[in-house]
């Protein structure tokens, strides 16, 4: 399930670094290439939003354990998608601009450059903002990470612990049984020499009295 979602992330990072190239280029475009442009932009956005969705109903089958991580990632393609989607309305808003002053005639030139510019100028910003966004969100998902390993590694340790414990009190008590049966035993013997001496004793009582018996006769 993880690939899949892995598939759509890579589907979508392509996809946007295409509509970001796109957008900045509407403006410098001649009117006609700048019409079919824009309508090819906004089919990509559309498809851009089904990836995300699809992105979204992946991460809801997600353990609820593992599912911060890929949240995190949803947030920040949800802000690129908005970003992305601002960047297209001003380019459009240009290209309307641009459209106006060749109906009425202006010499637009010098403000039209200076508008692009200005476009090109906030993309840039907005592309370093968006990658010191991912690299925060990278370290963020890292030190998760390794919080979780980390909290795994005590677990375990414990446990390894308590059964080294659990192996001495075996031992402690297997030892306690060996004394005791040893002791059971050397009694058992004892006893068993004790019933044969006795029983010695009783037949030569008995021979003896029955030899003084015959004597006396």
Same mark, same amino acid.
């Given at each position: 399930m993880s690939s899949d979602f892995e598939g759509y992330e890579q589907d979508f990072a392509v996809l946007t670094a295409e509509i970001t190239s796109k957008i900045a280029r509407v403006p410098?475009?001649? !009117? =006609? /290439?700048?019409?079919?442009? *824009?309508?090819?932009v906004e089919?990509?956005?559309?498809?851009?939003?089904?990836?995300?969705?699809?992105? =979204?109903? /992946? *991460?809801?089958?997600? !353990?609820?354990?593992?599912?911060?991580? %890929?949240?995190?990632?949803?947030?920040? %393609?949800?802000?690129?998608?908005?970003?992305?989607? $601002? =960047?297209?309305?001003?380019?459009?808003?240009? %290209?309307?601009?641009?459209?106006?002053?060749e109906l009425l005639g202006d010499d637009g030139n010098s403000s039209e450059n200076q508008r692009a510019h200005l476009l090109d100028n906030t993309e840039r910003l907005e592309r370093s903002s968006r990658r010191l966004e991912a690299g925060y969100q990278i370290a *963020?998902? $890292?030190?998760?990470?390794?919080?979780?390993?980390?909290?795994?590694?005590?677990h375990d340790r414990e446990k390894i612990q308590r059964a080294r414990e659990r192996l001495r009190e075996t031992d402690a008590n297997l030892g306690k049984s060996s004394r005791i049966l040893t002791g059971m035993l050397r009694r058992i013997i004892q006893n068993r020499i004790l019933l044969v001496i006795l029983g010695i004793i009783v037949v030569i009582t008995i021979l003896m009295a029955i030899t003084f018996s015959v004597r006396r006769h």
């Open positions: 410098r475009l001649p !009117p =006609d /290439e700048k019409k079919q442009m *824009v309508a090819n089919k990509q956005l559309e498809e851009a939003k089904e990836l995300l969705e699809q992105m =979204d109903l /992946e *991460v809801r089958e997600i !353990p609820p354990q593992s599912r911060g991580m %890929y949240n995190n990632r949803m947030r920040s %393609y949800k802000q690129e998608m908005g970003k992305l989607e $601002t =960047d297209f309305k001003r380019s459009r808003i240009a %290209y309307s601009d641009e459209v106006r002053n *963020v998902e $890292t030190e998760q990470i390794g919080q979780e390993m980390l909290e795994n590694l005590s």
